[in-house]
């Protein structure tokens, strides 16, 4: 089993125009509400590649109860834990005429000390232990940048390896607890290193130097370019072909729901790698809301080209 942790979840208000007019009243196409966030987007994977999830959210207000609601409608098990502030809102306006996608990120509530240490106290508690927990995303409102990094220490120390993906301090400060897996994209290394490389060999670098510092597994994911996977034995790069892109939200979520899962059933690296890459090229050919789609993958699997790097 998988479990996810978000702790700054969303609804994700998806809106279809036509030729966006900036400084105008917009008529749109459509208008569509989903559940957001890094950790439920891995749980939604995990749902629909047929494994078993449960997500762990801090969830507050009436966009929380919908929140709760649109997951169970999509058959993911939650733990929801209440908080006084309203979940978010984030709005995704995709523009039919060009294909451009524009968001705009809603803050979140503020989280108290208590709301979040029994928030902690109820995900190392839950039982059976899930074979990874899954964390990420931004964190709340006020909230320290070493949350994470406290997280994971706790969660690790009782034995859980986690998953990492968050970006700028947050995930600075959350290597230091040696999380098993971290998965930056080029911008996440850009900010974590302080400048900006585009080689495969300085990314490989860049890599190599996480697994050194304790990290078990580095993926650095690299939009079209596919992704590189490192750990203290192997290292690889994966390479995707060439599709249509319809939507690149939670591609990267995809690729981490799609490699845990596989490596909880007890798949080697690369082949864990391979299914986690087809699940992230599904995801960037199918439109919001979907992720990924399980039947895709036959299809992507054979087109993956892995190439080893030492
Ligand atoms: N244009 C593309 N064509 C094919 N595959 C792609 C494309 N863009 C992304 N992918 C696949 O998705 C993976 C993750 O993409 P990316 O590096 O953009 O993740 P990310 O920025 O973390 O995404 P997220 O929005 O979920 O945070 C890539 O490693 C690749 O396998
Ligand atoms: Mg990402």
């Given at each position: 089993m998988i479990g996810t942790i978000t702790v700054n979840p969303s609804i994700d208000q998806l809106i279809l125009v036509r030729g966006l007019v900036k400084d105008d009243a917009n008529r749109a196409v459509s208008v569509l509400h989903y559940p957001g966030g890094k950790g439920i987007n891995v749980s939604k994977v995990v749902r629909e590649l047929g494994g078993g999830t449960h997500a762990f959210a801090l969830l507050g207000g009436r966009p929380g109860e919908l929140l709760a609601e649109l997951l169970r409608g999509l058959d993911v098990p939650l733990t929801a834990i209440a908080v006084k502030g309203h979940t978010r809102i984030n709005t995704i306006v995709t523009d039919l005429k060009d294909g451009?996608?524009?968001?705009?990120?809603?803050?979140g509530p503020v989280i108290s000390?208590?709301?979040?240490d029994e928030f902690e106290r109820k995900v190392l508690s839950w039982r059976p232990r899930p074979f990874i927990w899954a964390l990420g995303g931004s964190l709340s409102e006020k909230m320290t940048p070493a949350a994470y990094c406290r997280l994971v220490r706790a969660v690790q120390k009782k034995g859980t390896p986690c998953v990492l993906d968050t970006d700028g301090e947050a995930l600075r400060r959350g290597i230091e607890a040696r999380p098993f897996l971290i998965k930056p994209n080029e911008y996440e290394v850009t900010r974590l290193i302080g400048r900006s490389i585009s080689a495969l060999e300085d990314y490989l670098g860049v890599a190599k130097g996480l697994v050194k510092k304790g990290i078990k597994i580095v993926v650095v994911s690299l939009g079209a370019r596919?992704?590189?996977?490192v750990s203290e034995r192997e290292a690889f790069h994966v390479s995707v072909p060439q599709v249509a892109v319809r939507s690149k939200v939670?591609?990267?979520?995809?690729l981490i729901g799609g490699f845990v899962l596989a490596l909880s059933r007890r798949k080697?690296?690369?082949?864990?790698?391979?299914?986690?890459?087809?699940a992230s090229v599904s995801a960037v050919m199918r439109e919001s809301p979907r992720l990924c789609l399980r039947r895709d993958l036959p299809g992507i699997l054979p087109k993956l080209r892995v190439r080893a790097l030492w």
């Open positions: 451009t996608q524009t968001r705009i990120s809603a803050p000390r208590s709301e979040m596919g992704a590189l996977f939670g591609a990267g979520d995809s080697g690296l690369e082949e864990a790698a391979r299914i986690g890459m087809a």
